[in-house]
């Protein structure tokens, strides 16, 4: 049987097997491992077989430099010279770094003479650089000296980066205008600050000024420009200490209105008397502008408070001094905005004018007097009122035909701003009769003011041998009085009981007469005129509304006169009555004499009511004789007596001169006396003062009564 032999080449087989081991070799790399000073390559700790360490050889390290931040780690590779690359090289860490530490080391994936090491930074550390020695070998080999290697340690930084300019343009004062700054981080560490910024510039986003920024992050920050002031303005915006860390921010202000009419001249508006002008504001804006106003107070009352001007408009604010302020104005109107922008505009006014106006109390017309029907030999009376509304005096002159007359003196000039009430009258003769037209002129400041006077005189029925038994001037109507005493052979004459000189005089005619005027509130007996028995008395019969208006007092009561006065117009009248003083008992007047007052004496007249036997008393107006005058000058005062407490009295007062002729009434005047002094707690105090007196005297004596105690200071048991 033929068997084959098998001869089996060892010579090919340990080729095939070396093929196979130098793939293994070059297509597996082995870990580098760090043993506390021994440092191998590959797990295969034994020598190439057949080779000495001096036959394997020395690779060379090299030596390097490396950067890394605190608190990070960072890879870098370790290289050596080798035979060729193919060369397997094993590295050894021999000393270690301080600053940090090694937390790994590998080979590298492709290169057999590189080793990939990572380190990682002590945060904590305070040292600016590290380094570690390292040495290689070839396997089976001896080490390498060891060679070092530096790390330069650097804190961990981050980089800020921004816009370098921000342009806001022009911004009106009162507004106002956002954008946005990018600011970005090039660095790793996070970044944190805060922001503040300086008015007019204000942070928007975010709101609490706070900017924190990662590593490698980004954010807008919002910024707004409200301009106070007018003109360009920049700020410096600041996030970090660097070339590219700071934003400019530019912006104008622009004035966000102008005063187009920088002075005003005010003129006299005729119809409403003032003196008018106005300013103009224009708004230079794109949007409405609120605009506050202030000015002095006699400029002041014309202003509103506050305006709104209407976008690319002209507005005008009309300025005006008060009816009533006639002086020269020199003065400054500001409109300003709550940021503070403000503009100031000078308004002048010249002097208003003197001027005269003419009013007519109770009238609708100014041009017209109609005193109506008139008897002959009595006084119809009418007032006008001259107004001056100007700044200066104006001079007077009157031209009044007969038979009216002017019943006071208005003075030769009307002050700024015065006024004055003037009396006229119609006073015809006994023998007038018929209708009287005529125009009186009142002259001033080259001024002509015509007034035309109407009025129809009667015939009159008074008794012709008596004085006139007009009472200051004013129509009686129906009011019928007797001309002379019944007992005539006590009363005197009948001139004696119709004319009135002073006081004696009328208490002779109060003796005689068969009537008496009782005065509401008084203690003493007034004079009055005589009633003829069998004759009614008959008062306000027959009177027109304007007649009985001309007799009502202060407090609305129609008063007729008890006594005739015969009335010379040419006295003037008390002026300025008024009330000084009021008593229990006593009312002190005073009021204002004429020219040379030592030439006149005053009668006082007081309401009081007239019985004259009939059961119908009438109210009248009687002199008082319980009067004691005082004068200082052309001021008189006149202490009025026995009054009763409590009570009210209406007063007028004549002025009589040395012929025993009157002037036309005062004005009425109401005055009240002060309530009795209440006695009642005056007596309540008094009695208890004296139970308290009594007490302390009976427990005085009953102290007084108590014997006398003595102890002895010792005492024997």
Not at 149 to 170: A, H, P, Q, R
């Amino acid at each position: 049987m033929f068997r084959p032999t098998y001869r089996v080449e060892w010579k090919k087989v340990r080729t095939v097997f070396g093929v196979v081991v130098a793939l293994l070799f070059f297509t597996t790399a082995a870990d580098a491992q760090i043993f506390g000073g021994k440092g191998l390559f590959n797990r295969k700790e034994d020598a190439p077989v057949g080779l000495t360490a001096d036959q394997i050889g020395l690779p060379t390290p090299l030596t390097g430099r490396v950067e890394a931040v605190k608190g990070m780690e960072i890879q870098f590779e370790l290289k050596a010279e080798s035979k060729t690359p193919a060369a397997k090289v094993e590295f050894l860490i021999r000393t270690f770094p301080s600053a940090g530490k090694i937390t790994s080391m590998t080979d590298h994936p492709t290169k057999r003479n590189v080793a990939v090491v990572t380190y990682y930074a002590d945060p904590g550390s305070s040292a600016e650089s590290d380094a570690f020695a390292f040495a290689v070998r070839y396997r089976g080999g001896r080490y390498s000296s060891a060679m070092r290697y530096d790390i330069g340690l650097g804190d961990v930084k981050s980089e800020i980066s921004t816009d370098k300019e921000i342009n806001f343009g022009e911004v009106s004062i009162g507004s106002s205008a956002e954008k946005e700054v990018t600011v970005r981080n090039l660095g790793k560490a996070n970044f944190e600050t805060t922001l503040s910024l300086a008015p007019p510039w204000y942070l928007v986003e975010p709101a609490n000024g706070k900017l924190s920024l990662a590593g490698n992050g980004m954010q807008k920050v919002k910024v707004s420009f409200r301009p106070t002031l007018a003109g360009e303005t920049s700020y410096f915006l600041s996030f970090a200490r660097s070339k590219h860390g700071t934003t400019k921010l530019i912006g104008t202000g622009g004035e966000p209105f102008q005063l187009v009419t920088p002075q005003a001249t005010l003129s006299l508006d005729e119809e409403s008397g003032k003196r008018v002008g106005a300013l103009v504001l224009q708004n230079t804006g794109v949007k409405p502008v609120r605009v506050l106003a202030r000015a002095s107070t006699r400029l002041g009352a014309s202003l509103q408070k506050e305006y709104f001007l209407a976008p690319g408009r002209e507005t005008p604010i009309k300025i005006g001094l008060q009816k009533t302020d006639a002086a020269p104005f020199d003065g400054m109107v500001q409109f300003y905005l709550e940021s503070g922008l403000t503009k100031t505009a000078q308004v002048v006014a010249p002097v208003v004018p003197g001027s005269l106006q003419i009013s007519i109390p109770d009238s609708a017309t100014t041009e017209l007097i109609n005193f109506g029907q008139v008897k002959a030999g009595e006084l119809a009376e009418r007032a006008v009122v001259l107004t001056n509304p100007g700044g200066v005096a104006v001079p007077l002159e009157f031209h009044v035909p007969s038979p009216f007359r002017i019943l006071n003196d208005p003075g030769p000039v009307l002050a700024p701003m015065g006024s004055v009430r003037i009396g006229i009258g119609l006073h015809p003769s006994v023998a007038s009769k018929g209708p009287v037209d005529v125009t009186m002129n009142i002259y001033g400041n080259e001024q002509t003011l015509p007034l035309r006077l109407m009025g129809n005189i009667l015939k009159s029925n008074r008794v012709a041998s008596g004085p006139s038994n007009l009472p200051q001037g004013l129509p009686l109507g129906s009011m019928r009085m007797s001309a002379e005493p019944k007992n005539t052979a006590n009363a005197g004459t009948s001139e004696n009981s119709s004319q009135v000189g002073n006081t004696a005089g009328l208490d002779n005619v109060a003796s005689n007469s068969s009537s008496t005027a009782v005065v509401i509130g008084s203690k003493a007996p007034v004079p009055v005129v005589n009633i003829p028995d069998g004759e009614d008395v008959v008062y306000n019969e027959g009177m027109t509304e304007r007649q009985m208006h001309a007799l009502r007092s202060p407090l609305g009561n129609i008063i007729s006169p008890a006594v005739g006065r015969e009335i010379n117009l040419e006295i003037r009248r008390p002026e300025d009555l008024s009330v000084l003083k009021s008593e229990t008992d006593t009312i002190t007047l005073a009021w204002t004499a004429p020219k040379n007052p030592e030439l006149y004496d005053f009668e006082v007249e007081l309401s009081g009511m007239l019985d004259s036997g009939s059961g119908m008393p009438t109210h009248v107006w009687a002199p008082y004789n319980q009067v004691e005058i005082n004068r200082v000058g052309r001021l008189v005062k006149a202490e009025i007596k026995n009054l009763l407490p409590k009570s009210a009295y209406e007063f007028r007062v004549f002025t009589i001169d040395e012929n025993g002729k009157s002037s036309a009434a005062s004005a009425g005047l109401h005055a009240e006396t002060q309530p009795p002094m209440d006695w009642t707690y005056v007596y309540l105090i008094i009695a208890l003062l004296c139970v308290i007196v009594l007490i302390l005297g009976v427990i005085r004596i009953r102290k007084d009564r108590e014997g006398e105690v003595y102890q002895a200071q010792y005492v024997d048991d």
